[in-house]
Every structure is written in structure tokens, then in C-alpha cells.
């Protein structure tokens, strides 16, 4: 008996249905949860005071847009990488220079300092994610002690160490994610589940977080298990790509920063979003996104030069920062909390209290 022939086209178009209807389904179940707003929640927190930040660093010495930064545990120490293919290692409190290693390539997207501090990983548009071991002798060639560590098909995106020197994560224009082995640079787990170019991760705060979070060009924030390498749950709310992505201290929500000029905030429980941060007059991408130490205020910066602050809780803007000359590329808090370092295309970072 002949099976019945079904044309190819005819499946997909009814898996295509299929997975719509799916979705609608699980749109309705969240709905269900949405009960109350945060910021109506929020209205009996007292409102933030006035605060001042100022530029207390600049650093200079980048020949070019820099692209991404990192502190290092001892709250001092910063690592950050430029177009120019520079890598630099930082003193913030003297703005002194530690260290630099030229990559062989230009566009170095990503870069990381390890737990111990004893090591920096980076890469960009060699595909690669390399890691310099740093030592206290200024005068060593770091470049003859490089160890390349990870492989992709496209640009490497964004890479972070998990909590020791022996592991790091991996994000790249090929759509995947990818947890490696920094001794043997063999491939632990991979992930996939994007679309389209994966542009930022974020772990898990927890000592025992075995979850990250990535987001990428097809406007969706995925998390992860990093045991399983399955995707444990996505948020598709963004009008565009998602550009930069980090968890709550708690590490019970995260927040993102896309092109479609808003951050906003997810519960990780109610498996929602909870807020949006945005204003009629901010028309620019956020391309980064951090949180204070407390979780109470959202530092965003922005391709109009700027950086917005943001109180979480009651979705306000609570100050606006300018001294960039060009769009804000990067951002991250210190370790402590007392301070805040941004990173832009007009070749310089700026330390913030």
C-alpha cells in the first residue's frame, strides 16, 4: 500500500500554523499572570534623592571606537578592547597602562578579565576567542603566551569567563553560544535556539548559577542551562536587536538595551516582561546595559552620546550623564558598586562616582 504523498510545502505551512497557534496559547497563559504593574506596585517606595555623577577618569590611549570593557575582580583593574585591534589592561585609580597586546585582527568585539585576574580573554573579527595570561613582569611578550580557546564560523560577539579561569562562554554572529575549555580549548556545550547574530550574554549571578542569558538579532533574550544546553526560556518583546543584556543582582530578572530605543526589564518567575524604560525624546539605540549594586537604578548608554539612569522600580529616568563625544559602546559597574565605567567610540572610557 502506497503511503500518501505529501508535498513538503504543505507541512511546513501547517508545523508554520502549528507553532503560531502554540504561541498565541502561551502569550494567553502569560497574560493570566499579568495582574499588576510594577511601577503601581512601586508607587509607596520613596523616590530617589538627587545624586551627582561625574567623570572622575578618562582614559586614553585607544587609536580608535572602543568596543567593549570589563573590571577586574580587584575592583582597580580594567581590561578593554578597540577597532584598532588594541587590547588594553588599566589601572582606573592612576588611569595608568598595565598592559597591551595588538590583535592580529581589527574590531575586537568582546573582552574579559578572568576571576583570578590573572588572565584577559578576547576577540572579534578573527572568529576567535583568545585568552593572555597577564604576569607582573612589564616587559613580557603577552602575545607569545596567547592560547586561542574558542572557534567560530562568524565574528566572536561577546565571551565572559564562568566562575573560575578554566571555563569560558562564547557568543557569536554565527547565531550560537558556546561554553569552552580554556586549558584543552575543547567544546563543552553548545547552544542554540537564535536566529540570527547572537550579540551579548550575561551569567547567572549566583555562585551556583547555571544559567546565562543571550541576546541577539532576532530581537529575542534566550536563557540558558549551560548543563543541558537547552534553552529554558525566551522573551520576544523588542522592536529590534537586542544589544546588551544583564541579570539582576538577585538574579531573579534581567534587563536588556536594544535598537528600538528602550531597556527593559524581565522576571525571570513570572516569566514576563515586567517593565519598559523609555522616553518620547530618547530616539537612539541602548547599547549597554548595567545595574547598580543594589538593583535600584538601570545604567543605559546610549548612541546619542549619552547615558541614562533609570529607577527600576518606578520606570523613571533619574538622571542623564553627558561627556561622550560619540556613541556609548559599553558600560559596566564595578565590583563594589561605587563606581561605573563607560566605553565609546570616541576612543576614550570614562570612570564614573
Sequence with gaps: MAAQEVQPSETIAKLKSESEALKTKLEEERAKLHDVELHQVAEKVDPLGQFVMKTRRTLKG????????????????IVSSSQDGKVIVWDAFTTNKEHAVTMPCTWVMACAYAPSGCAVACGGLDNKCSVYPLSLDKNENLAAKKKSVAMHTNYLSACSFTNSDMQILTSSGDGTCALWDVESGQLLQSFHGHAADVLCL??????????????????????????????IQSFETHESDINSVRYYPSGDAFASGSDDATCRLYDLRADREVAIYSKESIIFGASSVDFSLSGRLLFGGYNDYTINVWDVLKGTRVSILFGHENRVSTLRVSPDGTAFCSGSWDHTLRVWA
Design 62 to 77: 585607544h587609536g580608535n571606537k572602543v568596543l567593549c570593557m570589563d573590571w577586574c575582580k580587584d575592583k582597580r583593574r
Design 202 to 231: 550575561d551569567l547567572a549571578p549566583s555562585e551556583t548559577g547555571n544559567t546565562f542569558v543571550s541576546g541577539g538579532c532576532d530581537k529575542k533574550a534566550n536563557v540558558w542551562d549551560m548543563r543541558s544546553g537547552q534553552c
